[in-house]
Nanobody, 123 residues
Framework: QVQLVESGGGLVQAGGSLRLSCAAS????????MGWFRQAPGKEREFVAS????????DYADSVKGRFTISRDNGKNTVYLQMNSLKPEDTAVYYC????????????????WGQGTQVTVPS
């Protein structure tokens, strides 16, 4: 029902910024909660941020709070992750995801996943 394609990853120096985009296809996009997760080598996939379909609620992992901002444009079927003040520990593959559950951080509640985009912040 929902297909997700991420873009915008790359290599950026510490302190720099990147904006990730996730283009979604599917007629029911506006009814989903959208989120971003990341997975570093040798580590489990972890929650980064999410936004509900009605815009009124966002959620952030403590590690990115104040540096990352999630937003969405239902008209364009796109969700964004603005990443500022990047650190080497932010290096990971970032995945866009969709869930029919609100405010869920566990990957078990996210039904649809993109293929991921690499973000690298050299130390």
């Amino acid at each position: 029902q929902v297909q997700l394609v991420e873009s915008g990853g790359g290599l950026v120096q510490a302190g720099g910024s990147l904006r990730l985009s996730c283009a979604a296809s599917g007629r029911t996009f506006s009814s989903y909660t959208m989120g971003w997760f990341r997975q570093a080598p040798g580590k489990e996939r972890e929650f980064v941020a999410s936004i509900t379909w009605s815009f009124d609620r966002t959620d952030y992992a403590d590690s990115v709070k104040g540096r990352f901002t999630i937003s969405r444009d239902n008209g364009k079927n796109t969700v964004y992750l603005q990443m500022n003040s990047l650190k080497p520990e932010d290096t990971a593959v970032y995945y866009c995801a969709a869930s029919q559950r609100m405010m869920a951080r566990s990957t078990a509640y996210w039904n649809h996943w993109g293929q991921g985009t690499q973000v690298t912040v050299p130390s």
